[in-house]
């Protein structure tokens, strides 16, 4: 007769199997998931690309755009659904997880530590929800436009899958590499280290860290050279020595700062 161990083991691994059913796999391809907005000339054969890089880089295609369509160009192509609609799919992701974790327990009423399988059930259930919701494409068409070296855009897209679900550690780990890319280091580590407290036990992301962190650190200083004129005069912030006189740009003119021009544009504040 089995012992109460191997029991709860073969009962832990039933669940796991029993969740692993409910779940999709995703692809990492770049092929719509979704049909392209109505009337909207999608050619599948020019890819989603070649749209994304009109959009983003043709003003006037982007306002052919808009003047069209409503929503993303995301949207257009079939690569995301509407915010508001994967906003409704996550809202309803806790009655479909209790369903779910409610059909586990009437099928296995008798089985050991049911009150825990439950919850373990439930739990993953909604994971397994919101990553099928939608989200998950608000993060893979960031990945698509990072790719295509358009990070400031990517980062929009990630905002809104982690407005969607705060804890969501891949769009964080994404968004931490743009940043990057952009020269943000210090926002990037920030990110960073949240999706690392999102998700401790991710040595994917621990080892992506790491990298990026090193790479920061790798990074030339940039020094600061003051200027200084001939008679003492440090040149400041937004000027330039030009002739040994500490010159303001503005709008790409020069403009001398002599003490003449110092008193005449301040007494000209009260005239």
């Known amino acids: 007769m089995p012992s109460y161990t191997m029991k709860l083991l073969l009962s832990l691994i039933f669940v796991s199997v029993f969740v692993s059913s409910m779940s999709l796999s995703f692809a990492d391809e770049t092929t719509p998931k ?27 295609y982007k306002t052919w755009f808009h003047n ?10 079939g690569l995301t659904q509407s915010y508001s609609q994967i906003q409704e799919n996550i809202d309803d992701c806790p009655d479909k997880a209790r369903y779910v974790a409610q059909q586990y327990a009437q099928n296995n009423y008798d089985s050991y530590n049911l009150d825990t399988n439950y919850y373990y059930v439930y739990e993953n259930s909604i994971s397994n929800c919101i990553n099928t919701s939608g989200i998950r494409d608000l993060n893979d068409a960031g990945v698509i436009l990072a790719s295509m070296n358009l990070h ?3 980062i929009v897209l990630y905002d809104k899958a982690i407005d969607l679900h705060q804890q969501y550690t891949i769009a964080t780990a994404n968004k931490a590499t743009s940043l990057f890319e952009l020269d943000k280091f210090e926002e990037s580590e920030k990110m960073f280290d949240r ?26 200083k940039k020094e600061t050279v003051l200027q200084t004129t001939s008679t003492g005069i440090i040149c400041g912030a937004g000027t ?10 503005k709008n790409n003119n020069r403009q001398s700062v002599t003490l003449g021009s110092i008193l005449k544009s301040w007494f000209g504040m009260f005239s």
């Open 68 to 77: 069209n369509f409503s929503g993303t160009i995301e949207e257009g192509v």
């Open 152 to 154: 400031k855009e990517a």
């Open 240 to 249: 330039e020595l030009v002739d040994d006189i500490c010159q303001v740009i």
């Open 195 to 220: 999706a690392i407290v999102l998700d401790p036990q991710n040595n994917e992301i621990k080892d992506l860290s790491n990298t990026i962190k090193n790479k920061i650190e790798q990074k030339p």
């Open 34 to 60: 979704y049909s392209a907005m109505k009337n909207f000339p999608y050619d599948s054969e020019k890819g989603v690309e070649h749209y994304l890089e009109r959009y983003y880089s043709e003003s006037i």
